[in-house]
């Protein structure tokens, strides 16, 4: 494997104007990729706080553990009912951290008559996903 190419950079300098460097590639030989970057361009106020509002709210762990819960059903509803034990956490903590994920867009509730029955949004993973993937 060839080590990567990186151009040099003096202090004082301007930044080299390729927006490739080389990287080493499995068969040995260099290959050209573009630099990393989140977005095209640079987020505005707006869609920064609707993409910090889904990070931060899949930043618990407890979220988290629901989330892949709920998302394990495909396109089946879960009631949050059948959340208390399988993950041994208390009804009023199920129902506090699943408001969150569905105020933060993730999720969606229906009540069932006594229960609410949550699924995933799975554009807004979408939405996550393009955010999050280094081109």
């Not at 040099?8 to 630099?35: D, F, K, L, M, Y």
Request: charged share 20%.
């Amino acid at each position: 494997m060839t080590a990567a190419t990186v151009p040099e950079v003096i202090p004082g300098s301007p930044r080299p104007s390729s927006p490739r460097q080389t990287i080493p590639s499995n068969a040995g030989a260099a290959a050209e990729a573009p630099c990393c970057s989140l977005t095209a361009a640079p987020l505005d106020v707006e869609h920064a706080e609707h993409m910090a509002l889904k990070l931060k709210a899949l930043s618990d762990p407890t979220r988290l553990r629901l989330l892949s819960h709920v998302a394990a059903q495909g396109c089946e509803a879960v009631c949050a009912c059948d959340l208390t034990d399988e993950l041994g956490i208390s009804q009023p903590t199920v129902s506090h951290h699943l408001k969150k994920l569905v105020d933060a867009g993730l999720l969606t509730r229906e009540q069932r008559g006594r229960w609410a029955h949550y699924t995933v949004i799975h554009e807004a993973f979408d939405d996550l996903s393009g955010f999050l993937a280094l081109r």
